[in-house]
């Protein structure tokens, strides 16, 4: 598409978009995290993952989840610090904080694919969330045996805390308290991702949200949604701008700001980093 809107309008039309829209759905993915400071290679992954790097070389903290660990010691020692400095530490850079502040007198709603929890850290109404991957702060049954999760902060912080030459203790190893079978993340990766009550209750309200909004000046705010998956966010905002012709679409994402012709007329789209975007509108 071209776009003959310079940089610095483009910042007003977005600025204007979250000031006179009825309502506002954010639709937020890895980019907003990465733009926050959640960086996944790099110093940070070196910082934290210097043991690992050298045993295995570890190319980045994302592929080395992936890693076949001989044991499961091995395995949690390696988890337990990526969930800590991805969920439990304090790393943003104040992006989510002025995305909050941006939006927080507005009807808001807001669904993502990430899965740090960054959001209700932020300030934002946990009603008002719909995270539809998964969380790092949660676990859930290997199997699964049921359709529960669990908060794991408390088993967590002592596999942190008492890990030696990259193994926590055989007993801290997280089992079902149901079945004991092994525990894992509630991370959606394949069929036994866990949708337990919560989940469906936050799909229920976003629903409602979209279905009352449906015909209101409605604003679809996209922020650092890639091609993973496209059509949890992406392709949802563009089919509902297209049948709303009072709503609008915002797409904010570094490399791949763009909308298809058919809304090219009630869409801004901004190529840059999105906590420079934020930073410029507050």
């Not at 506002?24 to 400071?37: D, Q």
Request: proline residues 4%.
């Amino acid at each position: 598409m071209k776009f003959t809107k310079n940089y610095s309008d483009k910042i007003k039309s977005l600025k204007y978009a979250i000031e006179s829209a009825d309502s506002i759905v954010i639709g937020a993915g890895a980019g907003l995290s990465t733009s926050a400071g959640f960086t996944y290679s790099g110093e940070r992954f070196q910082k934290h993952f210097s043991d690992f790097i050298d045993k295995y070389g570890f190319k980045d903290m994302y592929l080395g989840g992936f890693y076949p660990f001989p044991t499961a010691e091995e395995h949690w020692a390696y988890w337990s610090r990526y969930i800590y400095i991805n969920r439990y530490m304090n790393v943003d850079n104040g992006t989510y904080r002025r995305l909050f502040e941006l939006v927080k007198n507005k009807d808001y709603f807001v669904i993502t694919t990430n899965v740090d929890h960054q959001f209700q850290k932020a300030g934002f109404d946990k009603k008002r969330l719909f995270y539809t991957q998964g969380d790092y702060g949660l676990f859930q049954c290997s199997e699964p045996c049921c359709q529960k999760t669990w908060d794991n902060e408390d088993m967590i912080i002592p596999m942190l805390d008492m890990q030696e030459n990259m193994k926590i203790p055989t007993e801290l190893i997280p089992r079902c308290p149901h079945c004991n079978k092994p525990m894992t993340m509630n991370l959606r990766a394949d069929e036994k991702f866990v949708q337990d009550n919560e989940w469906y209750r936050a799909y229920e309200r976003y629903e409602t949200f979209i279905r009352t909004g449906s015909n209101q000046h409605i604003l679809f705010l996209e922020l650092g949604v890639g091609y993973n998956t496209p059509a949890i966010i992406k392709y949802p905002f563009w089919q509902m701008t297209a049948k709303n012709p009072d709503s609008t679409y915002i797409c904010v994402n570094y490399g791949e700001a763009f909308c298809p012709e058919q809304i090219e007329e009630q869409s801004v789209c901004i190529n840059g980093n999105i906590a420079d975007i934020l930073e410029n509108i507050m």
